[in-house]
């Protein structure tokens, strides 16, 4: 069952003199794990502002196409009723938070939703116990690090439980442990509980291993979609500037020198090592 | 040529950012700063150019002590672009924004349209000119940030987390770009989290842990040690992972180049073929 649905998406912000997307048509099924990447300015931030409704309700301009989300045509619904089905974790996490505490910053949604005290405690401490902040919980999420902030901008949506969780470069300020770490988290809640999750990243490396479904974009327009292992092993994806991971191109790099290696593009580098494992040991036994 | 000699650094709700740093950065020289967050990185580079003035011990750019001296000085040697640039940003045009510091310096109109000019280029600007940069993506806005700072032409570049929202290709200009700086003999420090593209460039590496190096030398042999990433909250290079889990078939162990790590490959089977 498809949870999102673009057809021929277009979108002009205001006072701009071209689309910032153009005729994007995408399905995103309930519980993948879709990555969508690209170059930089190539509208990947503009189509996840679609699909919260932040485009148009917000930043009004021209949007023309059909957008489906939760089965809600999101140009009749508000930003807050798309909200409670949605949860948008932004590129700055700045623009995300405004509260005197980070708990406070958290509870702020579900406080909007209506929900008991109880419960809101709960789904509180959950959130900020999996993005590892509780002890930060009483903190201005002013005066903690850029990479803090992420975090509570992570715990704010994950509280709210939505179906579908869209993150735009969630983890930039992060080290690469503790952006691993929630990675980890968010593929658990995807694989878990069936959250639809969409991704956007540069950094293919630490990411492409979570995604059964690849979106990448290329001046607003849509070039490939579909299944991550066939198109980041496609020659034409590096063409366009995106990073495929090191793992893969090492794998073509020796594809093209004729090594006998499984036609299963890899997308970590443990899945090449057992690739190559097995060549260079057969080589011993000849 | 850049010296810390023994720095503690304290804010002022008491938490010690740094606890006594000591290193020398020469001029011409490529360095990069990794560590988990809240290591003091970026309080660190706040000090080479003097937006943070040691609590105790000694920064010296070129020898003079930056106590002794004011940050719109240092600021013309040595340039820096923050993490955030809405931090950066302020200006109506991307135009204005880069052609402001130089307006600040002093430069001459010719030379303040000339160098506008180059920056915009450079960073693939050119049609964002008459645009807000407010207008832009953040990989973009990011770019104007390096473009404000590079028009002044500085002799040392502080860079905090130049890659975040950068594709690949931008990367790649940036690689190419921070190597013709050194070839001027023109200093460039990097903080950032993006191993993958320390490995590409192989720079002096620093690994800081909670205030302290923990520690320093070639990019090689740093992002191939597994226990002091580990330390310092940093995965290893895919290359580097890679020939970890084939450690045992007896390959080095200081590989992270994608190409260095196909000729070995090719070479071992070949030599399994004999």
């Not at chain 1, 499984?262 to 997308?267: E, H, K, M, V």
Request: hydrophobic letters at 40%; a negative charge.
């Amino acid at each position: 069952m498809a949870v999102i649905e673009t057809k021929d998406l277009s979108y002009t912000y205001p006072g701009a003199s071209r689309p910032s997307i153009s005729g994007v048509s995408i399905t995103v099924e309930k519980g993948e794990f879709v990555l969508i990447t690209g170059p930089s300015g190539c509208g990947k931030t503009t189509l996840c502002r679609c699909f919260n409704g932040l485009i148009p309700h917000f930043y009004q301009g021209e949007l023309q196409g059909e957008i489906t989300v939760a089965n809600m045509d999101v140009t009749k619904h508000q930003t807050h009723e798309m909200a409670k089905h949605v949860g948008l974790v932004f590129q700055n996490p700045e623009n995300q938070l405004f509260a005197l505490s980070i708990e406070k910053d958290v509870a702020f949604g579900l406080e909007n939703l209506g929900l008991g005290r109880e419960e809101m405690r709960k789904r509180v401490d959950w959130a900020l116990n999996l993005t590892d902040i509780y002890n930060l919980r009483e903190r201005s999420p002013h005066e903690v690090s850029g990479g803090q902030q992420q975090r509570v901008a992570i715990a704010s949506v994950l509280a709210m439980q939505p179906e579908i969780i869209v993150l735009d470069e969630p983890t930039s300020f992060l080290d690469p442990i503790s952006a691993e770490k929630i990675f980890d988290v968010i593929y658990e809640l995807n694989k878990r509980l069936g959250v639809t999750v969409v991704l956007v990243e540069h950094r293919l490396d630490l990411t492409a291993k979570y995604a059964g479904h690849i979106v990448i974009m290329d001046e607003g327009k849509v070039c490939f979609d579909g299944d991550p292992r066939k198109i980041l092993g496609a020659e034409e994806t590096r063409l366009i500037g995106v990073g495929i991971p090191k793992a893969t191109l090492l794998y073509q790099l020796l594809k093209k020198e004729g090594v006998n290696l499984s036609s299963i593009t890899p997308l970590s580098s443990r899945e090449l090592a057992e690739y190559l494992e097995g060549v260079l040991q057969t080589h011993d036994r000849s | 040529m850049i010296e810390v000699e023994d720095v503690h650094f304290f804010y002022s709700n008491q938490v010690e950012a740094l606890k006594g740093v000591s290193l020398t950065i020469k001029n011409g020289e490529f360095l990069a700063i990794m560590g988990q967050n809240g290591a003091g990185k970026t309080t660190l580079i706040k000090h080479f150019n003097g937006l943070l003035k040691p609590s105790q011990g000694k920064v010296r750019i070129d020898g003079v002590d930056t106590r002794k001296t004011s940050i719109a000085t240092l600021a013309r040697n040595v340039g820096f672009v923050f993490q955030n640039p809405d931090h950066q940003l302020f200006c109506e045009t991307v135009e204005e924004e880069i052609s402001f510091a130089l307006k600040n310096f002093g430069f001459e109109a010719g030379a303040i349209e000339k160098r506008t000019d180059w920056a915009l280029n450079l960073l693939g600007l050119t049609q964002y000119r008459k645009t807000s940069p407010f207008l832009l993506s953040g990989g973009e806005r990011k770019r104007v940030a390096l473009a404000s700072v590079l028009a002044w032409d500085p002799e040392a570049l502080i860079l905090d987390e130049p890659t975040i929202g950068q594709d690949y290709r931008q990367k790649e200009k940036l690689r190419q770009f921070i190597v013709q700086m050194q070839s001027q003999g023109k200093t460039v420090v990097i903080v950032t989290h993006d191993v993958e593209f320390v490995a590409e460039c192989n720079p002096r590496v620093l690994l800081m842990k909670e205030g302290r190096i923990i520690a320093d030398g070639e990019g090689k042999d740093i992002l191939t040690d597994p226990e002091a990433l580990a330390n310092s909250s940093i995965v290893l290079p895919q290359v580097a992972q890679i020939f970890t889990y084939l450690s045992s078939l007896g390959f080095p162990k200081n590989i992270i180049d994608v190409y260095e790590a196909k000729a070995i490959i090719l070479k071992a089977l070949e030599e399994g073929r004999e």
